[in-house]
């Protein structure tokens, strides 16, 4: 089994910057894949391969991982931005997917 | 547009089977790799069961290895979650996803908007 762990919560205000983590130990070596998931939605991929933005996700979210942790950063943060955030990593021993256990990200 | 959608969910009870199906759309889909995500009332993401494009690998959570069975119909761009021995614990939200490629390793890109299964007495 392979534990990530995210704080629960993170308040922030508009205009600030974000910067969510995810800790792991050696994540650094794995590929790490950030979900967004907004109150009743599915879930919604923003970041994946630590740093790769899909098509029509803002360049705001921005990705980095070294060492234990992973960090999802969003900058000029917005009302939108509200939700819940997943970090997920594949671990290769296991052959298992993973998911933190998310921080919801609340706008102040 | 790329999409998939789940169905099959609904109210079981404990012991019971069920399975749910997952339609692809606007994509090739026997290229691609497909997972099953689970989401607990009010509780985060769990992964449950991912298969490779070919159909060959199966990979499954150990909380539910022995009681799911993941497969595909490539003709019919559907891939399905075979649930027997349900419990009350497997109640969630079960969303599809697929992967950016046939391998089950690499990342989601597409999630469904999931199916909801109710394991009660």
């Known amino acids: 089994s392979y534990v990530l762990i995210q704080p629960p919560s993170l308040s922030v205000a508009p205009g600030k910057t974000a910067s969510l983590t995810c800790g792991g130990n050696?994540?650094?070596?794995?590929?790490v894949q950030w979900n967004q998931q907004r109150p009743g939605q599915a879930p919604a991929v923003v970041i994946y391969?630590?740093?790769d933005r899909p098509s029509g996700v803002p360049e705001r979210f921005s990705g980095s991982n070294s060492g234990n942790t992973a960090t999802l950063t969003i900058s000029r943060v917005e009302a939108g931005d509200e939700a819940d955030y997943y970090c997920?990593?594949?671990?290769?021993?296991?052959?298992?997917?993973?998911f933190g256990g998310g921080t919801k990200l609340t706008v102040l | 547009e790329v999409q998939v959608l789940e169905s099959g969910g609904g109210l079981m009870q404990p012991g019971g089977s069920l399975r749910l199906s997952c339609v692809a759309s606007?994509?090739?889909?026997?290229?691609?790799?497909m997972s099953w995500v689970r989401q607990a009332p009010g509780k985060g993401l769990q992964w449950v069961s991912g298969?490779?494009?070919?159909?060959?690998?199966?990979y499954y959570a150990d909380s539910v290895k022995g009681r799911f069975t993941i497969s595909r119909d490539n003709s019919k761009n559907t891939v399905f979650l075979q649930m027997n021995s349900l419990r009350v614990d497997d109640t969630a939200v079960y969303y599809c996803?697929?992967?950016?490629?046939?391998?089950?390793?690499?990342?989601?890109?597409?999630w469904g908007q999931g199916t909801l299964v109710t394991v009660a007495s």
């Open positions: 606007g994509f090739t889909f026997k290229n691609y790799a």
């Open positions: 996803a697929k992967q950016r490629t046939g391998l089950v390793e690499t990342p989601i890109d597409i």
């Open positions: 391969y630590d740093s």
């Open positions: 298969l490779s494009g070919s159909g060959v690998s199966t």
């Open positions: 997920q990593v594949w671990d290769s021993s296991s052959s298992h997917w993973f």
């Open positions: 050696n994540i650094g070596s794995k590929s």
